[in-house]
């Protein structure tokens, strides 16, 4: 997540020096071919890239809605997460009765939910992250190694321990529907993740969005090169530049988990929910908030 | 599901060539009555096509944002599943208690929900597909397919065997309404996907979108090949296409349980819980996960 | 619901024929008054039309997105109803313990549900329909014809229905909130669709857009007449033609439960609900499925 | 809400005389100025109130489209009161065994519940109708004027009767949290409504708006004046008007509760509840259905 | 939140004179170097600011609709606070029964939420306000002041107190889980509040949106100052300032919780929560509404 309000220019230019290069390239081509074929047969109507305006307004607007829906869903579920986790931890602190073996129990629970937590941050970022081995006890970390699906076999373990507790008497049915309700609310929030970060938008769009704008450079080109001359090839890359970077920073957006600039800041959230759950549990050695890389973007 | 950036153009082809053919006919036909009828007589206002690209263009948009949400509710639906399922199966597997009958119970049940999924599958994507019947006991099996729906059938057997759970003590009353909830979400999740299905888009839009863009490219190649002659033709059929693509583009969205490469990946979402579910059951030999075919997309 | 691709002619201008006409006056009346009236004094610029079209581009885009999301929102509730009523039979049929006393007032509550659904179609479609008397016992029916509001009246004789099995220890708290829940859904469903049938669309949208499109036809055809000459009176209604059906098509969701082919074929699912459950009671002689008309359309 | 499908012109010449004669003058004005001063020096070119027509167009959608949004937020927050009012009596009448003490109490709440309509109806049109004091014993009337908010008071009246038929053992656990959900949703009803009613639409939104019309009028006038001559004054107004019955149109939504023909017909909702709570509780002398004025609206 | 219908001029001056002089600036520079240098090579087509008027009129589009929902959505977030705060007291006050030490409990319960909101809404403006202290008993504000999120804390308090009443026999466990629903709801609403306070609007959008702007103001003056001279550094400015100012007027409601005009009233609906809930529990000195400043707005 970008914290600062103006772009580097230098962060601007890697992100598109291909497509600038490649537009660059055709919007010369355009020109060339303009005044030393087409100019002596016929003029190009400018009806043409305006109607094709029209239809790349619509694709990028298109992409840039969906896009940014995928994201803020995906900060939506995140921030359930939160929620759900400090409800979770407080009705476990607040509902068994106080005991060595509760207090152990209820304790185990909270820090593998924070096990929990890194090991879909993990997932979802696609890198192999063992900090969650931290929050887990030895056995529960073998017997969720034999799941391709280590969240959800974590979510197994914690279902077993309050079961423990409802069958032992600590806590009755009433509580026990309560914490469970925040297991199911895991199981949705983490299957809602996993289905942004696995279904691919489709690529259709982004595909042809590519092809229309260059159609629309070339063109454009083509038309302005009339009155303009060769200034035409720089005004063909500064417009199709307006679009190329609406339509880059839409893409960014699609895929909200990421380990980029542009993506939910899932370290950032899940260290609050960290330090938020340790503090209940009234520790006072909490790790420090997530700080902000050159006081520019937080991960 | 398609996985890659970008689409071959045999694909491309493959889709449209029907309509190609329409298009270059028609600006053929528009070429010629233009050349050697109508430009002895008056010329045609470029304002024609300008509007009628203003109605296809809220068309087109309409279209593919309702298509858009169509396919997005679908995928959403099935990932409710996903959610579901691992909850339905992780509650019956920690709130019964261990014992020779009840573990038979619980096995069946959580077997008898892949084959709701996989009947359930079988019937939106339209196929006779009994790879169901591999997770039903015979007993069950002939009493389901007395039902024109089958999947409806199976939730019918899994109510009567949470019923039996329950009377015989095995489950509480709090145990009982959190898995007997998770079978009114299959039933909610299934008739969500019978609905989706079974509705037809609205045939008004889609059919005046096809009369709308056919009229727009006739009178936009009457107006072009007044500047560019002959060329018009091709420049007719190219802005046809962009508009022709746009559309059939969302057309494949707007029934997502087909069995096509736009369509909702069921197999690999079906599988994916199907491994899950038997992994939460302790069983090793699971099937393997569904590998996209020529690297290209996934069914 | 229409269910064929193609719409025939026939339909359309059964539609359109009065609109048709009098934009085909206008457009005369328009030629002329150009032709011998404004010729001499000054010329109509192009502006006129291309503002107005964006205004009713906007207003008819509004109609038609407001009109598709009642039409859609329509359908969900009916979707809600399919999946609530398998639950309520589902839940009764497994929750209830065999007995005859019990399985005559299951089979009463879900025969009367049926009932419930009929009376509900009857009325929002607007129809005196007494197909729901043959679901009901005599002095059920009797009770519920003092209301004015028959389908309230059926949910309040299954909530007593419901509270008898409660009292007699037939189910226990738990079993009894979940079958009541449904009894508030259907509750929340017929007030769902009782609003969408009674509130009227705001009116003004469709009068001032039908307004707007008259003025724009006018100007427009004023405008590509002084190029086009009496071919304007021609496209002046194609152009408007596209508009004006384009607005009608909306305005055709706008009231989903009508009996018209572009409703919700209330008909169709309710009889499927009606199958699913009496196949649920072990009936056999299930009526067949509702089938489409001139393989045209379902109501 | 109105009924009608044609719109008097008396009523729109009312609701926008104000407007018409500025935007005339300022028409006029424009005719003047081009004429006498800006004709001899430059020519207006047509992008100026092109590129405005953009502006003002997303601005009178954006303000359409969230107006709508209120305006059908509002009516959906009433139909979730007719419903769930429909649910509480149902759950009241069945729930709660006879006795005369019982039946007592049920009576009471149900009349309080009416009663609570009322005076929220009233609060949101900021009337002072006393109407709601019929419904009310004479001890609770005293109580609840004692509160800053009455409906609020009245809320918590049911809920002490609905813990004394608790306390009293007349209704276990189940049912009283099923009533008791029922009040949790009024309160969430009431809240919203009062959300809708006094959160101003941001004025910004709508003061811009009127200024960028205005402007559009002007540069549009200049525009055309230089090939309509005098008639541009005509045109120009009526284009403006096209623009500002829109603008007014949607900022008649945007208080749906206010007592006019646009609002949401509060009158007409409470009744039907009304209706439908004294014939459920076999009242037989119920008060007719509110009747449109002028068969042109309902309030 | 503004109440008045019309900014005055000095507001306006006040948010855009920065960027009125920088466009004032620019466009004096566009005119001067078409006059000196452009004139005497090409003419600038009046395509170029015409489509780049599309792409901004996309951007401004995409952030005000974005922005207007993030400050909807934090409106309606707090609109559930109000609604909730309700029902916590008003079960709290109905379930407990009388008696010296429960209504003590009840009370600190009912004054720590206070407390909770004004501690919420310190957090979300960033400011230091000590408010909340009064609400709070000596010892939950030192337990309170050792977790970095205070509202957390408060109803970790509250969960303690709540499960004090249980474990005595006080409230049943029906009761009880309704009024821990409530803390659930409070932790949900205080987490979607932060979120919005917390996540950055994707800067990359609003940056480039400044650029784009700029860009067509540049060229729209050039364009324009081939007709108009001179004049079209006001036309240009003035053209600007529409844009400019829909953006800025957009990006007043994207933090929605900052302390000014375009916010949301938290003192306003923090200060009517207060009132409800200390006349639900019968005191009578409750302090006076938030009034209007200078009758222009509330905080």
Sequence with gaps: ??????????RIIRNTWQ?????IASCMGA????????????????????????????????NNNQAYDRWWEARKVWGGLVNDSRSFARNLLSFVPPGDENDEIVKRMIRRHIAFLYALKANLRSTVDLIYVKYLEESDRMDIEKHNNLHNAILL???????????????????????NEMLVRFSDQMGMSERIKNTVFPTTYSYLTKVFIWLFVVTFTLVISQE???????????????????QINGMNLVDPFENNVAGIPLNQITRTIEINLLQMMGEENT?????????????
Tied chains: 1, 2, 3, 4, 5.
């Design 157 to 179: 373990k914690q279902s077993e321990d309050l079961e423990r507790l409802s069958r032992s008497g600590q806590i009755d049915g009433f509580k026990f529907i309560q914490i």
């Design 287 to 299: 790790p420090p908030p997530v700080t902000p890389i050159n006081d520019e973007y937080v991960l």
């Design 1 to 10: 997540m970008l914290l600062i309000n103006n772009i580097r220019l230098s």
């Design 19 to 23: 497509v600038d290069l490649i537009m």
């Design 31 to 62: 020109y060339f071919v303009r005044e030393y074929l087409i100019a002596y047969h016929f003029s190009v109507p400018t009806i043409i890239p305006t109607v094709l305006g029209t239809a790349i307004a619509f694709f990028i607007g298109f």
């Design 228 to 246: 303009m001359g060769v200034w035409s090839i720089f005004m063909g890359w500064m417009i199709g530049f307006v679009f190329v970077s609406t």
